[in-house]
């Protein structure tokens, strides 16, 4: 409750080493997650989706990472950095273009199949095949943001690079171990399915 985020946030940003503006839109009450909107060059977070990162990651490492001020100034820092990465990434757009791409053929596969959310346990091939293609490229986008906010931290002392590969390796893993169901969930992809398939029979009549 007495961490000013908003405040370190800016200072995070300011001391990085960057030459863009980057704007930040931060909410103390609302729970916006942490991303980041490189055509605005803009970071959205709020105190919620900072706090919940902060004990989802200890957490993962059964609580073995303290949480005292020192460790979620560092945390800030490199989720910020991190962000930035997302921002400054070259590779972003064309990434997020075959992500539309992959998107519309696990839609249109999954209406081939007529297929049922609440089957999970026994997809088809083909739509294993989408999602794992899904899969692969979110982890690419989020390989190279970590990457590129590597270049652009100033590390004081090894206890920050230990600390940044633990929370580069905790980010990947929810990624690359994220079971489908999270997937479909995280992604809106049910609610585009349901759209898509009203579109499809409104169309035909």
């Keep these: 409750m007495n961490l000013n985020l908003k405040k370190l946030f800016k200072k995070n940003i300011k001391e990085l080493n960057i030459d863009r503006k980057i704007f930040l839109y931060y909410s103390k009450k609302r729970h916006i997650p942490i991303c ?98 899904l899969k692969k490229n979110i982890i690419e986008r989020e390989t190279n943001a970590w990457e590129i906010g590597k270049n652009i931290l100033n590390f004081s002392n090894e206890n920050e690079i230990i600390l940044f590969n633990k929370m580069k390796e905790y980010a990947l893993a929810t990624y690359n171990y994220g079971n ?3 997937i479909i969930k995280d992604h809106n992809i049910e609610n585009m399915f349901n759209f898509k398939k009203r579109f499809k029979l409104e169309k035909a009549l």
Excluded: R, W
């Excluded at 989706?49 to 001020?69: M, R, T």
């Design 36 to 133: 980041a909107m490189p055509n605005l060059n803009l970071i959205m977070a709020s105190n919620k989706s900072f706090l919940n990162f902060c004990y989802s990651f200890n957490n993962f490492y059964n609580k073995k990472i303290q949480l005292n001020n020192e460790n979620i100034n560092l945390i800030s820092k490199i989720v910020i950095a991190h962000e930035i990465g997302h921002i400054l990434d070259k590779k972003i757009y064309k990434n997020k273009a075959q992500y539309s791409l992959i998107i519309s053929k696990l839609i249109e596969t999954m209406l081939n199949y007529n297929f049922d959310f609440n089957n999970l346990n026994n997809l088809p091939y083909e739509i294993e095949i989408n999602l794992l293609e």
């Design 180 to 182: 489908y169901k999270n």
